[in-house]
């Protein structure tokens, strides 16, 4: 690999990004036959990817797409990438790795090969900046959650329309919201685009029923700090009553990691601001991949905008 | 183009299928963030297009994504791609061409172009002549259809692998049955992969509710069919009971216009064979587009295996 | 009564508005136990009167409240409120009338009287040109429509306030918005606060089931409107994605008659502004009711308001 | 205050209880747009009246009605009238207090000041020992619990109509009855007009699943209660089959503390008679308000029916 | 066949009733796994046994099971039965007829012959005269309708325990009430134990969806009488909020043919007695079997009887 | 008791087999309005008899049915003729006892006494050893669970056409499968005809929502053993997505004790053989039983068939 481009990893080689392509009679363009899952780096290194893989292999077994590779051989193809990438962004940017697994060609429909693909991309920590200090709406909208009837939400299927429709809906009200997913009974899911969700009542952290969510990595690493931290979890069938009543709430995700949320449908939750609970989830966050990680987004803005921001945050 | 070549359409250029491919960054991949549509040929014209095109817009507005392109255009470059690649395939084959169109690159999202793909494939009628003569079994899925509370069913978009799940988990049990997917009430709705469903009583034409189904072309030009002949419509919430003790089925797609259903569930369908009202109808789609669809698909079959296959239809 | 001033109807007596009050014993305060009708005069005529009342009384049946009056007996006393309120009021001004009925006190539940109140309010139509001439938006609310099976849609009972928090969600967002509640299979049904809402494809208007809404008066006032003028007419369970692909969509309610819609969830409805078939039945609307109802609540605008308004409403 | 009469507070002023009205253009009786709460008194102290304030001010923030109070302000305010209520009504009388909160005047939609009552009823305990000592019956009734998705259960809004038609079906039925109602699955939720429920398996105190129901203050208590005796709590989704099969039921509310259950659609649960567990909940509550609760209550009534009431309980 | 003895018909053979068993190791012992039809008689004559066997025959086609005899050869040993026990029971009884068809052995499960059973019941009609002059009272119960997902309601499946507990529950409040049971939705559907129900609003006759309710003879039979006195009939999905408000309402089945429906949970529809539509309905009943149904049930009953309830019917 | 005859019970009186009958008119027949229970012997001694009867209770109180009889007296009258059955058979068979009790007769409804049956069945445990070995396979059928809100499923009710007609779906696709049933949310519950069902993730024990599942014997005494064993349990909603993936699947009923499963809808679980948690929970049994269940199984087929058994089990 030219140690000066970026690469991706198609159907076992190592290509330059520009590339890396798939044909057009490829699965995932017509049925959306694909799984795939996502890992990120903190200071180069890849986090939690044994647990990456076990959850796509448990979406590949579902699905019943053979990759034919053993998650081994696709971890290794990934820190392979991820470590030639690295290099390539060089030692002060974080980088997300992408693998997408589809059924392969329509042209030999359940009897060829699957199509294998590793990416990544650069990781803008100070895009969250705003966020971390300040909190992110939530909207809910009236898009409902697919339910695990018709397709489990356990694992990354790449069928996400509905959480797209979900989060454009409510993006066209509210550019910074996100979309906190209901299903049909009214109890509070994930949100979109792609996030997990959890909310903070006398010290307790709440978090929905997993049938209607992912498996999360962000997710399942929280809950084991807050272990480690003794805070108790409980999980449950929770409506927007809880959420608007609770003293803090938190989105989680590879790329965020733990979020403050500010408001849900204009009401604001708790302060409106980045409580104490959240203080210290993502300081033990931090301080377990070794990173600052509010401190590293906020770090990374220009000194006029980190400026601003500090004071919205300190004022409101 | 290379008259000798089959091509496909990727973003504006015309290029042989080899070369037609999407990057890996494509939101197709990661989130099956994009729609589809799907038309045929009978002798070398494509059948509805305009049709094709105005449901393909339907879809493009309710997922927000704009294609830059006026259905007009798409549909022209669709005809051109069609009257090169016939002339490439011979005269005697026939042609079904999909467009897909995408959100585009993950790498600039909602900011960027979106994708477009027009591509097509060589239509084998020969493979539908088995199901033509007797007819195709059906099975009913544990996997529940997507409610439209979630994602609309009554447009092609690439979100498919809950019915993927339910077509795989049936052909597990018999290779040659489709899954008739039930909503949550029990109500059949469509059968995977692919095809609309219908079924007669008494010389009615019994359809499910549309709010479960595609507002699907060749269902829609069977019925515009059925009117003309007189034959009466009712549509409806049916389940399992009222298939079962039908006088006959059919499904519909646009490959194989209108197949007869033999069972359901291991349990026959009328005779379990194809019935007057089928041969009715396929005989008015058949003039209706110039081409004896069950007599073409059986003469291109082999000569011994046509012989046992009639023999075979003649016999149960 | 004294002329110069408004009056109510306490049960039983006419008095100043200001002395219309009611003990907060009433099983009002504590039970939200009563139900209600509203009309609307035009020139200083109440419109439909005995339709409200035949539904009032629907309503007081099913919630077991007898009011001690006849249909007859209250409507007599609503004229004449109106009446006597429309000469304080002056020939220019409408005013909407409105009956309560509750169980009665507390204090003697289920064994004495009734609540009858019936009071009025100034209609000032100049509040509703905007919308008249832009559309108002919609939004689809977390909240969903209370079931048929707890309590029926389809008389005025005062348990409003799931409706109020889908509206206060929606209007948190936007504040001119209104909300389109959904039922838990994600049909389309109501607006928030209260309007009915119907919608335009292909020359056919579309009306949500009515098992969810209200037998409203100003729904069924258009629907005869339209049958006079032969437009077809179809209920059924529409989903937002019809909403989306609909041509044009309009709210019915007692005060606004009928309103455009201009987008949902921000998302253009047609062209996003009134449209041929809104034209239509507002002049419909308007030659029944013997006013021009949009050019009177335009014309009550002052000038300067009027012109911008009308100059947004070409540009657009 | 007058020292010799009933007052109440309305909007910052304690009145006359025959003073204490409100303007008809409240919302509260076009809309039934307010929330409230209960305490009761036992030996002319208030019990429970900070967790009655804060669930109230969940119910403000939910409903986004802002009081213009502080709970301990509005706290006090109740405090004060009981205080001055409790003497008017003389030491052997206990009281009921309720605070409502409603948006305000119709005319001053969302702009204007909530109105805010508070008043009290005297409470007769006598009329409840008929039910402490041969237990109340249950029947379900068609009538289903308002969903949370819809409306949260889990405070006081003044909503109660669905609750209020489930009570009249069943009370038509039997006078005594009271009505438990089902959710949409056929879960025991709560019962009508308004009490928590729960009942006995081996020793074991089952609440139904909490999502469905009120955060209920006397169900609090009782639950308190329990953990100091040492009894086990499980909260599910049970169905009449496991009441009909348990061996003692209970209501809790404000009013009656715990009440005994003798059969529910005219099947006894248990003996059909206040069992050992009812005694062992009963005296612990009697104890910790400080009241006989049950000897008081029987030993309010006259003497003739007290002792037929005495002998009844002895001989079933 | 002895004349003077009820025979019934078992497995091929007519035997004295007296001697008609089955074993205990038959498949309806333990498994409910049997179908079965009901007919009556009108002086002597079976009504409708075609229409009775072809639904019997679509029943054991669902359910898989092979009776070894055609739909005439039942038709025929019924009728054979028939005319026996008809001569038994003499010229001025009627009978029910009803035809059982289990699975067989569960020795032999699935590859023993099935058991065939006939009998009848003699018909006293004198026992349905008070519902038909003072209507019966309808309740609705907390059982709700086994959903058409789980077994269909269309053909009569020996699986009636949800249909005895509905109506066993609203017995024991009321005796002489049947049950009105409602699906998950609230919408109206059967009665238990077993009738059709229907109502009237403006002379248009209403009736609960199809899918919830069996294909009844009875109702088919009422439907085809309107139809023949031009009454129009809207099939929908109708709550008790319809009911309470209707005009008039009915039951229909084999043996009551159709009957008036006095309240429903303790509210009277219309006037509470039979209407001027339930006169029209069954007096064209009455014509169409030969038999006047009230006047033969009120007459065959003894004269003081008789006069008493002749005097009800008229002073309420 | 003829001891070279196997005899029945057949309301009080112990008769040989060929001659235990009931009437045509029970009301099983028609209605099926009975309950039942079924035991087993291992070595001839009934395995929690005691269990059996209470549950048994409970369906009758539920039913309302009542059986003349107490719980010790049906014990005994069973005891009694599985002593005497026992005997006939021979000491090296097993028998299971089944006790149905129905309301009695259609002639005398709810007056006349039940109907009280007790039979055994030889058990042929030979017939298990392929399952023991090999697995079984499950499959998802279309049919779903009667919801609890119906009929409850937690105890035996011979209304078990739902659960007939998910086995006959899924064998008629492959004879051995058994159905894996699911509600309408997608959730396992039970398998037809009838096993409950667990699976096993990470050495945790995953059990179906009971609310949805039969109080079963089997499953409860395989939990006490699991908890013997310090195995931890879960119960829980679970989707095919987690059966999928799950380590071991087994099955749970009266006559086979615990099973293996080997694939659910042609998808291997685990390995697809009788994993490491099989033997340790089987070999608890047998140990609790006094019986090799497996190895008796396997021992009493003849020596060619136990030969090719056991080689298949080793090969794959």
Redesign the interface.
């Known amino acids: 690999m030219d140690t000066n481009v970026l690469h991706?990893y198609?159907n076992g080689q190592f290509v330059p990004?520009e590339e890396?392509?798939?044909?057009?009679?490829d699965r995932?363009?017509?049925?959306?036959?694909?799984v795939?899952e996502?890992q990120r780096t903190f200071n180069g290194t890849l986090h939690g990817l044994d647990g990456h893989m076990k959850r796509l292999f448990?979406a590949l077994?579902?699905?019943?797409i053979d990759p034919l590779m053993t998650p081994d051989e696709l971890g290794a193809a990934t820190t392979r990438l991820v470590e030639h990438n690295s290099k390539v962004a060089g030692p002060d940017l974080d980088l997300v790795s992408?693998q997408?697994i589809?059924?392969g060609s329509?042209?030999t429909l359940l009897s060829g090969p699957p199509t294998v693909?590793i990416?990544t991309?650069l990781l803008d920590m100070s895009a969250l900046a705003r966020t971390y200090l300040l909190g992110k709406p939530l909207?809910?909208?009236?898009?409902?959650?697919?339910?695990?009837?018709?397709?489990?939400p356990?694992?990354k299927?790449?069928?996400?329309?509905?959480l797209?429709?979900a989060w454009?809906?409510v993006s066209?009200?509210?550019p910074e919201a996100q979309a906190?997913v209901?299903d049909?009974?009214?109890?509070v899911t994930t949100c979109a685009?792609g996030s997990g969700f959890l909310f903070i009542v006398d010290g307790v952290i709440h978090v929905p029923?997993r049938?209607n969510t992912l498996d999360s990595s962000a997710m399942g690493f929280t809950l084991e700090l807050a272990a480690q931290l003794g805070i108790e979890v409980r999980e449950?069938?929770?409506?927007?009553?809880d959420v608007?009543?609770a003293d803090e709430a938190f989105t989680t995700n590879t790329k965020d990691c733990i979020a403050p949320v500010s408001k849900l449908?204009?009401?604001r939750i708790g302060t409106g601001r980045p409580g104490p609970m959240y203080k210290r989830l993502v300081t033990a966050w931090s301080e377990a991949v070794g990173v600052d990680i509010v401190g590293r987004a906020v770090g990374l803005l220009p000194v006029t905008e980190r400026e601003e921001l500090l004071a919205a945050a300190r004022t409101t």
Not at 20 to 25: C, E, I, L, M
Not at 28 to 34: E, I, Q, V, W
Not at 61 to 64: D, G, I, L, Q, S
Request: charged share 20%; glycine share 6%.
């Open positions: 991706a198609v990004e890396a392509t798939v044909s057009v009679f995932a363009f017509r049925s959306g036959d694909h795939y996502v448990k077994h579902y699905t019943r992408c997408v589809t059924r329509t042209k693909i990416y991309q909207i809910t909208p009236g898009v409902q959650r697919v339910p695990a009837a018709s397709l489990t356990r694992v299927i790449a069928n996400k329309m509905s797209m429709l454009l809906e066209a009200l509210d906190l209901l049909r009974d009214g109890n685009p029923n049938r449950g069938d929770y409506t927007t009553f608007y009543n449908n204009g009401l």
